[in-house]
């Protein structure tokens, strides 16, 4: 008998596996927080005797080094992974034995990096279940742009050989388990829907379905943009990540948080978009625990800035420190917890902006600027006429590019348009957050176009 646990990582949209028989297990692709990891081992009442990468991560933090020596485990890392410390090198066709009649198999598929292994688990020499990694994903495959532009079309074809690969090789009925499309940035596209065996991939997936010309065209053309601080994942893990620090940062009054702020420093308000618009400590900036936080907050800070959390909480303060550490935002410099009264001076009063919807837009369209702060992908399916494009992520940078005048800002949801409307609240702006969908523009009587 085997078992494979899932373990989701939500914000990042990625997934880690934890597989086994009755005694021992391995683990794949590991959060760095790997606490939720040995957790679910007690829990299945085995050793962790191996934990394995499919590849050198691009987009988080890996908990793999730390975990390895925790549990006494064998480290697994593809051999032509260049990194810097002591692991046991993994080539195409190694088998490892991981319980009775339960064995891990190495299968080279390159294509998200040239050293990409996906490892087949057998049980009793049947294939039961793939894991790929960002190799075969559900309905698409992991973006091949990460690691050199000079690589990507040379990794898309790769993409291409070893998803067939994996289909040629495997039986139609063995579960297909990636790391990456949930909601990851590593992924090419979305999946739809949460399983998927190698069967259901040669019927649906754009890999299996397109011959290799077609398929790599349409890859690159669809490639979306990379969070900036993937710049940093991949150099932290070759290097080895160190142990992650959980405990509670060090707490700040109103004159340090101010103190902070006036030296530039990031003072981030964690609670509600709702919330934050009704009150909050002016210079502030609004990133939801919520939503996409790790994601998000990485993707702007400017790397290594200290930042402050403010939260409703302190259980809010920790699941985002949390989140932080997967991206290398390890220790909050302080944080505080409670409401803006609690964090604004004697004698000051806590900021405020207006939210809308896009009826209340349609009715000031002609009289105010609106930014969208899509990414280009998004605003190609549609945009509101004569709306500035600034996306969220180059906002920080480019605020001096918002004409004067009152902005109403704009995404797909309105968790985007919020930490926008924060940007430029703290830059001393006139904004209106509007949290609507924007399927609603149209319907609303606004110009929507299409690029």
């Known amino acids: 008998?085997?078992?494979?646990?899932?373990?989701?990582?939500?914000?990042?949209?990625?997934?880690?596996?934890?597989?086994?028989?009755?005694?021992t297990a391995v683990v794949v692709d590991p959060p760095r927080d790997v606490d939720q990891v040995i957790a679910a081992a007690v829990r299945r009442g085995v050793r962790i005797s191996h934990v394995v990468e499919t590849h050198v991560h691009n987009d988080y933090v890996t908990g793999g080094l730390e975990l390895a020596r925790i549990a006494g485990a064998a480290y697994l890392v593809p051999a032509a992974a260049?990194?810097?410390?002591?692991?046991?090198?993994?080539?195409?066709?190694?088998?490892?034995?991981?319980?009775?009649?339960?064995?891990?198999?190495?299968?080279?598929?390159?294509?998200?990096?040239?050293?990409?292994?996906?490892?087949?688990?057998?049980?009793?020499?049947?294939?039961?279940?793939?894991?790929?990694?960002?190799?075969?994903?559900i309905g698409t495959v992991g973006r091949p742009d990460l690691v050199e532009p000079r690589l990507t079309t040379r990794l898309a074809r790769a993409q291409h050989a070893s998803a067939h690969r994996l289909a040629a090789e495997l039986p139609d009925e063995t579960a297909v388990l990636p790391t990456h499309g949930f909601g990851s940035f590593c992924s090419s596209a979305q999946a739809e829907g949460s399983e998927t065996t190698i069967g259901k991939e040669k019927a649906s997936n754009e890999a299996l379905t397109r011959d290799v010309d077609t398929f790599v065209a349409d890859l690159l053309a669809g490639l979306d943009d990379i969070p900036a601080y993937y710049t940093h994942m991949g150099p932290a893990n070759a290097a080895g990540p160190a142990p992650v620090d959980l405990t509670p940062p060090s707490a700040a009054d109103a004159e340090e948080i101010a103190a902070r702020l006036a030296a530039g420093e990031w003072v981030v308000d964690l609670r509600s978009r709702v919330a934050f618009a009704e009150g909050h400590l002016a210079g502030s900036f609004n990133f939801e625990a919520e939503g996409q936080l790790a994601t998000y907050l990485a993707w702007l800070i400017p790397w290594g800035k200290p930042v402050t959390l403010l939260a409703e909480s302190p259980e809010q303060i920790a699941a985002a420190q949390r989140e932080l550490v997967r991206v290398g935002i390890d220790r909050p410099a302080a944080a505080a917890d409670g409401g803006p009264a609690d964090w604004v001076r004697a004698g000051e009063t806590p900021a405020s902006f207006p939210q809308g919807t896009f009826a209340d837009l349609a009715g000031r369209a002609a009289d105010v600027v609106v930014l969208d702060v899509r990414r280009s992908s998004e605003r190609a399916g549609g945009y509101v006429e004569g709306s500035v494009h600034i996306p969220v992520h180059a906002l920080h940078r480019r605020l001096g590019e918002v004409p004067e005048g009152e902005v109403w800002v704009h995404c797909a949801g309105g968790m985007r348009a919020a930490i926008a409307a924060s940007l430029l609240d703290a830059a001393g702006r006139d904004v209106v957050a509007v949290d609507d969908s924007f399927d609603a523009a149209e319907k609303a009587g606004l110009d929507v176009r299409t690029a």
Request: no cysteine.
């Open 1 to 23: 008998m085997f078992f494979v646990d899932t373990i989701e990582v939500p914000g990042l949209g990625n997934r880690s596996y934890l597989a086994g028989g009755e005694r």
């Open 82 to 137: 260049r990194v810097s410390f002591d692991r046991t090198p993994v080539r195409d066709g190694d088998v490892t034995t991981l319980d009775a009649g339960l064995l891990l198999r190495a299968l080279a598929t390159p294509g998200h990096t040239p050293h990409h292994t996906s490892y087949v688990l057998e049980d009793d020499g049947t294939a039961v279940a793939v894991f790929t990694g960002g190799s075969l994903l």
